[in-house]
């Protein structure tokens, strides 16, 4: 590819990498995994990249992870992600850092609570802030499925976040 598209390229990554790993993460709920599924769509989006419209990068790197995380599902049956695991790079990190990591994890536990559609429809309805019709078109799903889907998804969280309250 030519120098431009390779500085082209290269600013899509420097500006979306963050928000790219952390759709990831929230998609598959395993970092390791999340990180070689950002590295395939990435890889993926640089070969195709003559094919992205510009200013759609982020969404077509998006569907890109969300495609190989079907695949993946459709390859094997959903293993629940093992959460409890803490990142191997915590020791080189500033306290300023942890700012909200307690929030993020207890979010990618309850995630981790749902199936693999219901957490793709909740990431991109909410993480990636796409509307209803948006998440079924880059799903393939019918509307009613999308927002029936999301709706069950929704209250087996609140469900889940409910103090459990025991009776004297």
Same mark, same amino acid.
């Given at each position: ?12 990554? %420097? *500006? ?5 790993? &952390? ?9 390791? /995994?999340? =990180?070689?599924?950002?590295? =395939?769509?990435?890889? &993926? ?11 759609? $990068?982020?969404?077509?790197? &998006?569907? @890109? ?15 629940? !992600?093992?959460?409890? +695991?803490?990142?191997?790079?915590? *020791?080189?990190?500033?306290? $300023? ?5 307690? %929030?993020? +994890? +207890? ?14 429809? /909740?990431?991109? &309805? ?5 509307? =209803? *019709? %948006? /998440?079924?078109? =880059?799903?393939?799903? !019918? ?5 029936? @889907? ?9 469900? *889940?976040?409910?103090?459990? @309250?025991?009776?004297?």
């Amino acid at each position: 590819m030519s120098t431009t598209t390779d500085a082209e390229f290269t600013e899509f990554v %420097d *500006a979306d990498h963050s928000y790219l790993s &952390r759709a990831a993460y929230l998609m598959v709920g395993d970092r390791s /995994v999340a =990180e070689d599924l950002l590295q =395939e769509a990435l890889v &993926r989006t640089y070969r195709n990249w003559r094919r992205v419209q510009p200013g759609m $990068a982020r969404a077509y790197c &998006r569907r @890109t992870m969300l495609n190989l995380t079907t695949d993946r599902w459709r390859r094997k049956r959903f293993e629940a !992600p093992n959460l409890t +695991d803490p990142d191997a790079h915590t *020791a080189s990190r500033s306290a $300023a850092d942890y700012a909200g990591v307690e %929030d993020r +994890d +207890d979010i990618a536990r309850q995630l981790a609570l749902l199936n693999p559609r219901e957490r793709a429809i /909740v990431v991109m &309805r909410f993480y990636s802030d796409l509307s =209803e *019709a %948006d /998440v079924a078109a =880059e799903l393939g799903l !019918p509307l009613g499925t999308v927002k029936s @889907t999301c709706h069950r998804a929704l209250q087996r969280l609140r469900s *889940a976040a409910e103090p459990t @309250t025991t009776g004297a």
